[in-house]
């Protein structure tokens, strides 16, 4: 029952979206090609890196590179991408299963090398592929949610923010905020999954579900606060809730890797004289 | 040492085994983690090549990082090499620890020379060994360089059997630089202290002397890992990824100094699924990338292994195989990992394995390796072991100019939309890289169509998987290096694959000694299987024989299940490297 | 409905193929995701089986949560089934979109039964076709029930053919239950509502109806997950570990809600290595454990697997194989792999592989699988598949007396210290748990000595491994289920494991009823082989021919490699399951 | 080069000890063994799991029951354990590599699901057992080092403290609070490789390291100001930093699991009936 036809735009093929009605997965995807856009990034330059979900399906939506990995990788392979490329402008994307559970490992040493990525993850609370099972951030009951804000935030993310499916211009903004920070950004969208999931904060079967925003009063530099807000209690936040700069990752800097036989052969010989042994 | 020995130039050969019948000298070092074992060995191999001889060395320590038994013995010869040796002509303990299990392999004649300040008698050997004891530790203190008998037992060595002190104080020097000129000063005492004491206080008893070296073709002197680090690079290798695992790392640690030389990366994941990640991702982006591991890193690889197959992202992953399974023996030796190579991923997986026999083969082979990941755009997993890691050898300088470097077949923009997966006779399509406009695609681990496009429809699926595996159709008849050695007929052929390649040769060289006929086969590519090559020289001999370090006999598997070849299987699994003596005197190999 | 048709019982047998000689009813229910396909063949399922009769199932779905095509089809009978078949009589469209792949599946005389509102005139299909147009969707909208097309296609069903109203709603109130009176009530009139609208609107132009039931004894109508998780708790599971992978994730579904009952517990892991850790762990600590999975998963697991075999850990890894490699098809059939549960954890690794053939061998085979985890203190391997999850099955209730369940050797507290890993014939060491004073000892997964402590001595890994692997030495003797069928001797012996178990079957009875004489071997044991089986069912037959789904012919490697058998191979890796006709119709088979 | 020869106690064997001298390893196994002994813990319902690597060795000095599993999956390894039988005193071990590095995917999710489990870490910012590679806690300098304490924190494990191998009193004292909790307890031990580590705060080369005390006069449960601690800039803070109580993770309590034949026939009867089809 797919939602819609997307229109063919600079960043979306056209044809059936695969998600369910009112999935927010599609209006992510359709803010992230906006925001695409907006940044002024061409599909030629951009890849799309993603694991494996219902989410992580926005690969074949896309008319840019994309790498559709495996379930929980989709950061290391960006990372990959990116080393070979700087150049390429490299965002990831997926959902909360592959974010926070198989590929939190991934995350946080990410968020502490600080690479120059953005990571876009839908978070429904659940694993919305696999028929819905409560996810690590779900909010439920007996269940302790991850609070994954707080977890990027204290793992080293140079660039945390939160938004919402149902709030698509906030959503972009912040999208195209993250697209141009230099280092690790990270956009947290609250995108609801009306098949499976009855969770809490997100639910739009509820109505329009409450977001508290955060405001850009406060101090974005300030961690300690950031992580006050990813861990006050109540209907979730949205907003930007750090930004810092810091060196960034340098295996992901510099210039693409080419093999250019033409300068090597020089190179090679002088590490074979390194090895060599001549009889004297 | 008395002059009359020393001017004799001529290696004595006195009535030794079989074993020994060659003009090679074998020098076995040994003490625990910490007794400079390994610097000592490494000199000394350095120094012998300097001498222009041939040198080919084989080392093992222990898992613990402290206080385990550390060995290394090399082998000098003014011909060609293939093993260390199975005998010992010289063993130097640094340590009584490292003494009990090894005695046994001294026979009448041999030489000990231990450092006497663990025993004011000298200990018990079997009779007939020449023994030396030698105060190492005294005169290390005594030179200023406590921790230094190693370099003391160098000196000894050089003296007593006329390696080269100068060679010696040359490799010496380079390998201490960094440590300044006072560590550098007290070694060199150190190791004319070690020569003085042989002149003042010993009579040299043994039979035993260096032979002499010549001028040789241009020569480089590497470690089968270093070997490996090397042919990456000459394949056009940009990109590494590791995470630290005995016995790999030593690749990471060349590639670190050496990487960035030619504009490359290298990157430490932060685990054994990331760091494949990281190289699958290098390659999407058009850089050579490999990844290197050991076993236990190798099993976490499995899913981004089916990965890179099903989304024809070339790549290729460097298993350094140690003792297993599982945390196993993490020093040791064995070639058990061939089985999961092979067959790991779950599903149909194409993939090559390859396996290089030597530091020679860790350069070409690994050359190879890269050559074949681009050219059918899928993984290939590089097979060396604990003992190539470790090993010295002098081997020809690579030739530059004589490699052949493959690189995968590019997308040429044209009028037609791109079709990533494209069906093409040859089961490769041409390949994009993110950058090149009208290239884009999703690289998916789904099954998809020709356009990558997710597909579960029946006929997609065995279609795309056909396109995949027919590029591995006609790999034997393009690349499959292979080599044979022997009669062209023979009652045994012995097939022997990665390192085990060094004892079987020596042992094919002693079948001829006595007359027997063998023949040998050494595949390089080991899957897709050279069914061809296998079966042309089962034709040829009586009875083929797989001869590999593991339980299973995996490799002889492997070949049953693909031809109609029966092996009879040697398979040792001691956790050491197997040996000549292994397989020639294995009675039952030619009953 | 004309009454003369109605009252006759006898299924009017036409002239049909050899594909249809069997007094079996087939009907097959397409749609897309959320057409409530699977809901109403599994009530249609259940209401033929309260008839008495025999059912068995197949169902599949696309891997897009929504929008994929779903597919079930069931087939009813008065006699045993092995397959669902591979002819349809009746085909119940629900969605427009589901047509088209499988129109070429209908034959002269086969209905098509469909949702009228999609088209208007009534669409193409291949002459002699029997169409009945039904406007479900208005009919289920009328009753109150908008989604309720599904129920409607109940309705119409039951009238057109004869399948019980009673039971469908006893199937349906089961169901519907927990939604609320308002749900049954609107369900049951969309229900009436089909029904009427036959009596009232069709004329039958068909000549199927469902043979008349019986009295049978006890049966069961299960899933094969269902079935696993029953055959799990009847051997003493009491710990379950998964992460959600399609399609293991039922058998956690009905765990959860069935293993507390028997006081155990199940853990929904953050990933596929901390599932299995979870189970070894639990096992550790004494109780009987199990992990779920699919081929992405399994891949995980290969390390721990290494582990589990190492130190010597019962556990059972069950991997509900999908269509690979990689991501692959995650919702379709397929049997590849084979290799990686055999092969996949690297080093010399014991341990058993088990496949179960249909839902009665998902009771029982699972609780092998815990024997001989138990018995034999290693890794078990239980592979079952996507067609085996889903598809239903009435079979005999399961005989609790009649099972033996057998626990670890344990550890008996004497004088002398415990040694968990000492040397027995069986290779066998009795294992303490955690709470036993005498019992304490390190699982660990180094090389170590018969009392846990590391070692990397020679021998010791040698006689460690052979320890471990002396394990497996009796196993085809001790427990190796097989079942032979057809002649004694034959011209073609077929082999089939898992559940291309059905399709052999079916192939044989027809091939029987040719009077070609083809006998066929179902091992349920794969790893280690049952060589003994194998070889006497090779002696008894002209050639043996493997058939499995998956395209390298793993089995038929696996066979190859350990016996003198060269076995032809049939295989088959669409995505869906093999059918009988792609044995029986497969020419070259017989020539 | 063994440290020294231990001395059978309750908890350890004689024999030599596998580490080097002065590692910081052999002083955390003589503190475990201590804190075990004064809490009450018997070897024989004790069970110490650890991955790979130095600091993993401890379970072969020991006398109670232990599991040396693979690196990095302690955590997964520990929780079956204590599932299976939750009267079992379940001690994880390891090094921060086997923590930080390979296996902090499964940290914060044992974090979250706050399971009774004590867990000791031996932080010498390195891969001693590979050579000494920097691990994610490496402080040097481009290189970012991982906010261990952080991540724990954020993750929600109830009780965080850091101690140092070189003050045992304190540190004995800390693993013994930690023994006791109710909940995931985790003690950073701060504990110096000097075989290969040169890096900053640890390193007893350079005499005893700084380290600051914490206090106690701080509200354990404030974990902000506990986040605050952790980020602090300078020589490593020592002592408690959090100590919370929330309900345990229900899968690790109750009693062992058993399989008993008497009791289970009916119940597995009465499962069959769910699924019997009679015909009627
Ligand atoms: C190694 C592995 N384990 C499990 C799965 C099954 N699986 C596929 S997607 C998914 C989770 C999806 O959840 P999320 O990432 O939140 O994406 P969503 O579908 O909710 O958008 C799982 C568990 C898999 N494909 N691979
Ligand atoms: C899957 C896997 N990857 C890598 C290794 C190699 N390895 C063994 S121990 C270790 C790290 C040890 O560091 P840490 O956990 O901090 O312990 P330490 O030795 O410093 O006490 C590594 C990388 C392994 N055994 N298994
Ligand atoms: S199942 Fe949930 S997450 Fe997946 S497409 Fe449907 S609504 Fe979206
Ligand atoms: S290498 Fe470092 S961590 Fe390992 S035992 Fe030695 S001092 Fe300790
Ligand atoms: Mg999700
Ligand atoms: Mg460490």
Known sequence: ??????????????????????????????????????????????????????????????????????????????????????????????????????????????????????????????????????SPTNVHGEHHALNALGVLLAAGATFVAQAASWRPDEAEALIGQALGHPGFSVVNLLSPCPTFHHGEGIDGAIGIPLVREIGSEHDLGDRLHALSVAFAEGVPCVGLLYRVERPMYALTEGSALVHEQWEETAILEALLDEHRVVWT | MPEDLLSSTAWPLGSRQLNQLDDSLIVRLMGVGGDGVMTAGRVLTEAAALSGLEVLSEATCSAEVRGGETMYQLRVSPSTLVTAGDRVDIVVLLDHEADLAHREDLLTGDVLLYDSVHDAVPRAHPPGVVSYPVPMTQLAEAAGAAIAKNVVALGVLAELFGFSLTNIETSLRKR???????????????????????????????????????ARDETVLLTGNEAIGLG????????????????????????????????????????????????????????????????????????????????????????????????????????????????????????????????????????????????????????????????????????????????????????????????????????????????????????????????????????????????????????????????????????????????????????????????????????????????????????VVVVEANRQGQFADVIAASTSIRPKRVTLYRGVPLTAWDIFGRESLTH
């Open chain 1, 1 to 134: 029952m797919p939602t819609a036809v997307h229109a063919r735009t600079t960043f979306s093929r056209d044809g059936d979206a695969p998600w369910c009605r009112g999935c927010g997965h599609a209006d992510v995807f359709d803010v992230l090609c906006r925001a695409l856009v907006a940044s002024g990034i061409r599909p030629t330059d951009a890849v799309v890196v993603t694991g494996v979900g219902c989410s992580s399906l926005i690969t074949f939506q896309l008319r840019s590179y994309a790498m559709h990995g495996v379930h929980g990788r989709a950061l290391p392979l960006a990372l990959g991408v990116k080393a070979a490329n700087p150049d390429l402008h490299v965002v990831v994307a997926g959902g909360d299963g592959d974010a926070f559970s198989i590929g939190a490992n991934h995350l946080i040493h990410t968020a502490r090398k600080n690479p120059r990525l953005t990571y876009l993850i839908m978070d429904n609370q659940s694993y919305g592929m696999t028929m819905g099972q409560p």
């Open chain 2, 176 to 214: 201490l630089a960094a440590k300044g000129g006072h560590v550098v000063a007290s070694n060199l005492a150190a190791l004319a202290g070690g020569a003085r004491y042989v002149k003042e206080h010993l009579v040299k008893r043994d039979s035993f002397l260096v032979p002499v070296g010549s």
């Open chain 2, 232 to 543: 990456a690079l000459m394949a056009g290798c940009r990109f590494y990824a590791h995470y630290p695992i005995t016995p790999a790392t030593s690749v990471a640690d060349w590639l670190a100094t050496h990487l960035p030389l030619l504009g490359g990366k290298i990157c430490a994941a932060e685990d054994g699924m990331a760091s494949l990640g990281l190289a699958i991702g290098a390659s999407y982006a058009g850089a050579k990338a490999m990844t290197g591991t050991s076993g236990p890193g190798f099993d976490l690889m499995q899913e981004l292994i089916g990965y890179a197959s099903m989304a024809e992202v070339p790549v290729v992953i460097l298993d350094v195989q140690r003792a297993g399974p599982s945390t196993g023996l993490p020093t040791k030796y064995e070639q058990a990992d061939l089985f999961s190579a092979v067959y790991g991923a779950h599903g149909d997986v194409p993939k090559i394995v390859l396996a290089p026999g030597d530091v020679h083969d860790c350069v070409h082979v690994t050359v190879e390796a890269f050559n074949l990941a681009e050219r059918y755009q899928l993984p290939v997993i590089l097979l060396s072991d604990a003992s190539l890691a470790l090993r010295e050898h002098t081997i020809p300088r690579p030739d530059l100019a004589a490699i052949k470097v493959v690189d995968r077949v590019p997308f040429q923009p044209d009028q037609a939309p791109y079709s990533r997966y494209r069906f093409t006779d040859s089961g490769v399509s041409p390949m994009s890289a993110p950058g090149q406009p009208g290239g884009e695609y999703v690289a998916t681990g789904l099954e998809h169509t020709g356009s990558a496009f997710p597909s579960d429809a029946p006929g997609t699926h065995q279609a795309m998987t056909d396109k995949r595996f027919q590029k591995l159709a006609r790999l034997e008849d393009e690349c499959s290096p292979v080599e044979r050695e022997g009669p062209p007929s023979a009652a045994v052929g012995l097939v022997s694959w990665g390192s085990t390649q060094g004892a079987v040769r020596e042992a094919v060289r002693r079948f001829d000694a006595i007359g027997m006929p063998v023949a040998a086969l050494y595949p390089k590519v080991l899957w897709p299987l050279p069914v061809k090559a296998l079966t042309a020289f089962a034709r040829s001999v009586g009875q």
